[in-house]
């Protein structure tokens, strides 16, 4: 009997596995998203990094400073105050501030990272977290680039009421300002990605949405860590799991990202962010890898096989024709099921994400060449530019910034 006979079976019973842990993170994050939250309210300080002026700047800024949560601290930083981000900044706070629950705002200013040690946007969180008054609580850290709902703070903080998590965590998804084929790409790439996240130790906490408690950022040892790092969420995240905290998964704080790129902006983006982690979290890049072979080669070798057994009239047919006909269905329903949970997290942004919706279903096949072209680009090489800044990656906690 031959060797793909067996191969054929463990494929066929792999795919119902698969898709059931995508269904229960579907029914995770949607019951989670409808449960009303308690009044956790921890003394909070959330920063904001900011470079340069995004789309829709403003617009997310503000919503900063629209959180019903009534004891948080609202901090902005920038590296320099010739940042254009600087002045749109305090704009925003001389008409906001007064109006908003926060207790204090303030803009920081943090200056150049040293040459040869953490990113800029570390660098600009350490300069904050030393500047921490006493009686504060909980960091939440969050992108300049992101649109968040006015309960997104108190979301983010309540799951760490409960000591065995160590960090809180919501994420992205990606709502396209332009339906060209690359950003389509962009979100629908992103949403494979994003579908991993649930009720499992295998989540990571994403930067740009995300709280820790200070006794437990200073416990791991990130205020040491940190000043070596490029990464702030996976250098966290395995500080947090090596210290046997668990990462929390918020599906309420997945958040938009109005986008619009170009392919050669996919291109460089997706590289950065898996050779990042390559670098950072090297199991998670190698299970993207076999996992993104695996189910390409399920669907289209099977199909293949299927091909060749109907033209020799194998006896196993049956068999080898059922291998892509699952990795088909199962694919094709996991896009329907994220597709489905974000329709009814991100409600305001429906209409919005139609193209996007259409594009990550009946595409799905081919976005699974991008994602494996684009991890394996980042099999190679260790620099990467990120935010016009050059850096040259030797370790999880030893980066240098080669310059602009």
Request: glycine share 6%; charged share 20%.
């Amino acid at each position: 009997m031959d060797w793909y006979y067996y191969i054929a079976w463990a494929a066929i019973f792999s795919q119902p596995l698969f898709l059931l842990q995508m269904w229960r993170n579907h029914r995770y994050a949607l019951a989670k998203y409808k449960k009303k939250r308690g009044l956790f309210r921890p003394r909070t300080v959330l920063i904001v990094p900011c470079k340069g002026v995004d789309a829709g700047f403003e617009r997310n800024i503000a919503a900063f400073f629209g959180q019903d949560y009534e004891n948080y601290l609202l901090w902005f930083v920038v590296a320099e105050k010739s940042d254009p981000a600087y002045d749109r900044l305090c704009r925003v706070k001389d008409t906001l501030a007064e109006h908003s629950n926060a207790q204090s705002v303030r803009i920081l200013v943090a200056g150049q990272a040293t040459p040869g040690t953490c990113s800029q946007k570390i660098h600009n969180l350490l300069h904050c977290y030393r500047h921490l008054p006493d009686d504060i609580e909980v960091m939440a850290f969050a992108d300049s680039d992101i649109c968040i709902t006015a309960d997104w703070l108190s979301r983010l903080v309540y799951p760490l009421r409960r000591p065995y998590y160590g960090v809180s965590s919501g994420y992205r998804w990606f709502v396209p300002r332009q339906n060209n084929l690359a950003t389509l790409a962009l979100s629908a790439i992103n949403a494979k990605i994003a579908q991993l996240l649930g009720d499992t130790s295998f989540n990571l906490a994403w930067g740009g949405s995300m709280a820790i408690r200070v006794d437990v950022f200073r416990s791991v040892g990130l205020d040491k860590t940190w000043h070596k790092a490029l990464s702030d969420d996976l250098s966290l995240s395995g500080a947090v799991k090596r210290a046997k905290m668990k990462v929390a998964f918020v599906p309420a704080c997945f958040v938009a990202s109005y986008e619009q790129t170009t392919w050669r902006q996919l291109i460089e983006f997706g590289r950065r962010q898996f050779l990042i982690t390559r670098i950072n979290a090297p199991g998670t890049w190698w299970f993207g890898l076999l996992s993104c072979l695996f189910s390409i080669l399920g669907l289209w070798a099977g199909a293949a096989l299927a091909l060749y057994a109907f033209v020799t009239k194998d006896a196993n047919l049956l068999l080898y024709s059922a291998v892509p006909a699952l990795f088909f269905t199962s694919q094709f329903t996991r896009a329907i099921l994220r597709q489905r949970t974000i329709a009814k997290i991100l409600k305001k942004d429906r209409r919005r994400m139609a193209a996007a919706r259409a594009a990550d279903i009946w595409l799905f096949w081919l976005w699974s060449w991008l994602l494996l072209a684009l991890i394996v680009a980042s099999a190679f090489g260790r620099t990467i530019c990120w935010r016009g800044i050059r850096y040259r990656l030797l370790g999880p906690d030893d980066t240098v910034v080669v310059g602009p």
